[in-house]
């Protein structure tokens, strides 16, 4: 194939030795976009460019996919390793496709190719992760890959004091993710009292103690960056957090009641021995009284 007539194909998910030959392959006819994380940053070579992106995030994984006529999206998804991790990897590859549908439905694609394993490996819901990248509204190829290609995903060292979290919750019927995320704070407010406060100023949520003038955490809900079935506030400031990078996201999988909370890029204020044993289980706990409290009243 002659090089101007070459289709750009842009892929997530490319990982080791397996995620190499898949790329060497498709760039014997296409000219290739590597979408990875800065701590998996690959040289370039011929016919294949890496680009950097947060694949959690719609808005950077839309600007990764700008020039591409393909979207490839390769399972199992290889992922940085953050300094703690409250996550499952299941958990973390639907998000990803997630996000990955929803930024090939703003741009021009026409198509998702999805490759997954064929046949069942450890630790993983390839059927799920499908089903997010059928709701692009874009049309999905499935191609099965043989085992020899495919690799269990590595988990490169954490550069970053960085907190990753997805808890799995179940909504009540015909509820969905900006229900949750409301209710979670109105919730918290309650499950909290007396101690802990939860107080609304316009699209700014303020999470405080009795015991402090300041808050603990500010989030700000984000109009602009949520969408239907997905809605994310940022972190933005509070006694607790250490920068503004962070995020809270409620996101509902598709065709069911099961939303994902997840919690990415936060660094906490806490010295790390201290954030370890004590703000990091408060938070598991408080997302498991949060999970009880739904199923009851669902």
Same mark, same amino acid.
Do not use: W
């Given at each position: 194939?002659?090089?101007?007539?070459?289709?750009?194909?842009?892929?997530?998910?490319?990982?080791?030795?397996?995620?190499?030959?898949?790329?060497?392959?498709?760039?014997?006819?296409?000219k290739v976009i590597r979408l990875c994380n800065s701590q998996n940053m690959e040289q370039n070579s011929k016919n294949i460019s890496t680009q950097q992106c947060d694949l959690f995030n719609v808005d950077s994984i839309i600007s990764g996919l700008?020039?591409?006529?393909?979207? &490839?999206?390769?399972?199992?998804?290889?992922? #940085?390793? &953050?300094?703690?991790?409250?996550?499952? $990897?299941?958990?973390m590859a639907v998000l990803a496709a997630d996000s990955f549908a929803r930024a090939v439905r703003e741009t021009r694609i026409g198509k998702i190719i999805y490759m997954k394993p064929n046949g069942w490996i450890p630790s993983g819901n390839p059927a799920e992760v499908e089903k997010a990248l059928g709701t692009s509204g874009v049309p999905v190829k499935t191609i099965p890959l043989p085992s020899s290609l495919i690799e269990i995903p590595t988990i490169f060292p954490a550069s970053t004091g960085a907190v990753r979290s997805i808890q799995r919750v179940r909504l009540p019927r015909g509820k969905g993710a900006k229900w949750a995320a409301f209710y979670y704070t109105k919730w918290l407010n309650r499950i909290g009292s007396p101690l802990i406060k939860t107080e609304w100023?316009?699209?700014?949520?303020? &999470?405080?103690? &009795?015991?402090?003038?300041? #808050?603990? $955490?500010?989030l700000h809900y984000s109009e602009e960056n949520s969408f239907p079935g997905r809605s994310i506030y940022r972190i933005a400031g509070g006694l607790l957090a250490a920068n503004l990078a962070?995020?809270?996201?409620?996101?509902?999988? #598709?065709?069911?009641?099961?939303?994902?909370?997840?919690?990415h890029e936060y660094q906490p204020s806490l010295p790390w021995f201290v954030y370890k044993y004590s703000q990091a289980i408060i938070h598991l706990l408080v997302m498991k009284l949060f999970k009880r409290h739904l199923e009851r009243i669902t």
């Open positions: 194939m002659k090089q101007r007539n070459r289709l750009t194909v842009a892929v997530i998910g490319a990982s080791g030795t397996p995620g190499d030959k898949v790329l060497a392959r498709l760039a014997r006819n296409y700008q020039g591409a006529d393909l979207a &490839v999206f390769l399972y199992p998804v290889e992922f #940085p390793a &953050v300094r703690l991790s409250q996550a499952l $990897l299941p958990d100023h316009g699209n700014f949520c303020r &999470v405080r103690t &009795v015991l402090l003038s300041r #808050p603990l $955490l500010t962070g995020r809270l996201e409620f996101c509902q999988l #598709p065709s069911s009641n099961h939303c994902l909370i997840a919690i």
